[in-house]
Nanobody, 116 residues
Framework: QVQLVESGGGLVQPGGSLRLSCAAS????????MDWYRQAPGRQRELVATITSGGRTNYAGSVKGRFTISRDNAKNTVYLQMNNLKSEDTAVYYC??????????WGQGTQVTVSS
């Protein structure tokens, strides 16, 4: 069973940047999809960004142009680079691994707080 651990969250001022990491406990075999979700208190969890094992990416409209999802296969890690952060980005961020005929695997989440 693959384990996912998110890190890199913290407190940042509006306009600042953070890079989140999602480290897998072992290599992940293709095909797969890795997603970043976020959830604010009292709000529904929402999909933020997606990357496939084929390298395709997609983003929510609210973060397009500000966030970039990427991966480092040698480190078994997926990243979410977040630039020009806004207060509306405040949430717990989770990564999720999806693969055919397998249960989805979620990380524990990392808190991102954007505040002056």
């Amino acid at each position: 069973q693959v384990q996912l651990v998110e890190s890199g969250g913290g407190l940042v001022q509006p306009g600042g940047s953070l890079r989140l990491s999602c480290a897998a406990s072992r290599s992940i075999f293709s095909p797969y999809v890795m997603d970043w979700y976020r959830q604010a208190p009292g709000r529904q969890r929402e999909l933020v960004a997606t990357i496939t094992s084929g390298g395709r990416t997609n983003y929510a409209g609210s973060v397009k142009g500000r966030f970039t999802i990427s991966r480092d296969n040698a480190k078994n890690t997926v990243y979410l680079q977040m630039n020009n952060l806004k207060s509306e980005d405040t949430a717990v961020y989770y990564c999720k691994l999806s693969a055919p005929m397998r249960q989805d695997i979620w990380g524990q989440g990392t808190q991102v707080t954007v505040s002056s």
